[in-house]
């Protein structure tokens, strides 16, 4: 299947930075993006779907002043966590759509990353 | 998109066939039945997804009831490195997954 890949896979930070996580379609083009956020022992959470060359769509109560993402081409979406507090500790996974025939998608996804603010 | 419930857990002897229940009574007729597995701390991993037509990959069968209703996924030869969370999720076209609770799936040796 298609590869995704994600960059750090793991990241600590203080509270306070802000922290940049990368996304990118390895060997297809991807107009759209997904983010989730994973807490432990809880079911991965959509945040926002990222669509090239447009301005993100966030689920309700994801402050998109504090989760900045950016969807510059067809193979990269970034995730920017500002001001990051403890509280924002935690598993960020990205997936990209691809066609897989007829009217259905295959969403890839990538390996995620562990974002620990201490 | 249509809701689905799955058991909490199941456990399953390596080697044996694991077939993991998926309901979805309020499917529409556009909509897809896709699963997907998540192991510990790794991104979810799809498996397979079908309409109507029961599917087979190299992964695992699909397992479609003629009214839509309910699926069922079957791994034929389970192994130890299967033992993750498995989650059945029904969305149409282009739209973000939905994941639920899924079913963790013991494979014990």
């Known amino acids: 299947g298609a590869v995704v890949s994600q960059h750090p896979s793991r990241v600590i930070c203080k509270s306070g930075t802000s922290v940049k996580i990368e996304c990118r379609s390895l060997?297809?083009?991807?107009?759209?993006m997904f983010w989730y956020r994973q807490f432990p022992k809880k079911s991965l959470m959509l945040m926002a779907t990222?669509?090239?060359?447009?301005?993100?769509?966030?689920e309700q109560g994801v402050e998109k002043d504090k989760f900045l993402i950016n969807h510059a081409s067809l193979t990269l979406s970034t995730l920017t966590v500002t001001s990051a507090h403890p509280e924002d500790s935690s598993f960020y996974i990205c997936?990209?759509?691809?066609?897989?025939?007829?009217?259905?998608?295959?969403?890839?996804f990538g390996p995620g990353t562990r974002l620990t603010v201490t | 998109d249509a809701k689905t419930t799955q058991p909490t857990s199941m456990d399953c002897a390596e080697g044996r066939a694991a077939n993991l229940p998926c309901n979805h009574s309020t499917i529409s007729g556009n909509e897809y039945v896709y699963w997907y597995r998540q192991i510990h701390s790794q991104g979810p991993q799809y498996i397979i997804h079908g309409l109507k037509n029961n599917e087979t990959n190299e992964m695992a069968s699909l397992i479609i009831t003629e009214d839509r209703k309910s699926s069922t996924l079957i791994l034929p030869h389970a192994t130890l490195r299967d033992t993750a969370v498995y989650y059945c999720?029904?969305?149409?076209?282009?739209?973000?997954?939905?994941f639920g609770k899924g079913t963790r799936l013991s494979v014990i040796a």
């Open positions: 060997d297809f083009q991807a107009t759209t």
């Open positions: 990222s669509n090239e060359g447009s301005k993100a769509t966030y």
């Open positions: 999720i029904v969305i149409r076209g282009n739209t973000p997954l939905v």
């Open positions: 997936s990209a759509n691809g066609l897989a025939g007829g009217s259905s998608y295959e969403q890839y």
